[in-house]
């Protein structure tokens, strides 16, 4: 249950309540600073624009977790396509839905064979007699593109279909295991070439369309359609959608593709700081200042940002602190608000502060609009 809780409480006592022994000379009208308590569990989703049609889980659900290697890259591709579905199925006029249409993907993102004819991965001929190192090679020279395909549904307030957005995640690294006679499991790694890998997610993505069309509901209805890269393993920055196309309504096919100029940069990092050497020292003298109110605190910083050419179009700052009682939270984030508007006053940011017990708040900065904030409070 969400409930508004009373910014009335004074900075000074919220700071002093977290040991703090310094205050800062100037803050924002704690009035003008929107928190709200909620139950945890919402995750990467407190900042996106869309009302949610909640009563609907996927019909994929949990896929993804077997499919992609890692969490950034699960959010950023929920995430990352819904933005790009903004320019065709507006906030304002439809609600998301979790995709209840592609009941076969688990056929679709596999290798084609006699049993699996719907694979779209290279079919590969394998025998029972073969060592696991030929395995290993026929699977290396026939790399698994894809690796999932994302469905995302735009309704109207009554619920009908009114527009489909899909996501494949194109692997740039293929992570082979191969079993021997004796039962041991032996590993490789393949890296796809990425014209290859461009190639193969165009080729996907047309058959993809032309079995969306045959689906019941969806044969006339517009889908726009979009090509990831998924990072390898253990990466710090998630991967990008880096092509798209839209399907009009009763259009068959793919017309035309365009560009994603989008990258992500992390920070502190050798990279962030070539790329912005301005973010880097922001996000850095942030860091100090909050430090110096939270004495007793070990606050640490990571940023994420991502850039369109030379433009950023989203920062993620994640805050990782021991905080862990309501106070001190509240707190932090009515010092932290201020400073978060006057550090990226033209930047969409987005603040998750992690504790032990998971993320306890939410600060969303919107551009040129003033901030919010969700405290988490665990069931």
């Not at 919402?42 to 969490?71: C, H, M, P, Q």
């Not at 590993?187 to 997610?201: A, L, N, S, T, Y």
């Not at 994603?260 to 990092?269: D, E, G, K, L, R």
């Not at 100090?288 to 070990?298: E, G, K, L, S, W």
């Amino acid at each position: 249950m969400k409930k508004t809780i009373a910014v009335s409480l004074s900075l000074l006592f919220l700071l002093s309540g977290c040991g703090s022994t310094n205050e800062p000379e100037e803050v924002m009208d704690e009035n003008k600073i929107d928190i709200h308590d909620q139950t945890s569990g919402n995750g990467a989703r407190e900042y996106l624009k869309y009302n949610v049609k909640s009563d609907s889980f996927a019909v994929n659900r949990g896929l993804i977790t077997e499919t992609i290697n890692n969490k950034i890259d699960m959010d950023e591709i929920e995430t990352g396509l819904m933005t790009l579905s903004k320019e065709f199925f507006s906030p304002d006029t439809f609600l998301y839905e979790e995709g209840q249409f592609l009941t076969d993907v688990t056929s679709w993102i596999g290798r084609k064979s006699a049993d699996n004819q719907q694979g779209l991965n290279p079919e590969i001929k394998v025998t029972d007699d073969m060592g696991w190192e030929k395995k290993m090679e026929i699977q290396k020279k026939n790399p698994m593109y894809l690796a999932y395909i994302h469905e995302q549904n735009y309704v109207d307030t009554k619920g009908n279909i009114k527009g489909i957005s899909l996501g494949l995640a194109m692997n740039t690294i293929d992570y082979i295991r191969v079993q021997d006679s004796q039962g041991l499991m032996h590993f490789g790694e393949v890296r796809i070439d990425k014209k290859e890998m461009e190639k193969q997610g165009r080729e996907m993505a047309e058959k993809v369309i032309s079995r969306v069309r045959k689906i019941e509901g969806l044969g006339n209805i517009p889908i726009m359609i979009s090509l990831y890269n998924v990072q390898e393993q253990n990466s710090v920055i998630p991967g990008n959608y880096y092509a798209y196309s839209f399907v009009k309504e009763n259009e068959n096919k793919i017309k035309n593709w365009e560009q994603v100029n989008q990258q992500y940069y992390y920070f502190p990092s050798d990279a962030g700081e070539k790329k912005d050497r301005d973010m880097a020292e922001r996000l850095l003298n942030l860091e100090d200042y909050v430090n110096q109110y939270f004495t007793n605190q070990d606050i640490d910083f990571v940023g994420k940002a991502l850039y369109e050419e030379e433009d950023i179009t989203k920062l993620v700052i994640e805050v990782s602190s021991e905080m862990i009682k309501s106070p001190e939270i509240i707190g932090f984030s009515q010092a932290i608000v201020p400073e978060l508007v006057d550090y990226f006053p033209h930047t969409p940011a987005y603040v998750y502060v992690k504790t032990p017990k998971g993320i306890k708040a939410t600060i969303i900065k919107e551009e040129d609009q003033e901030p919010f904030v969700h405290i988490h409070e665990d069931n």
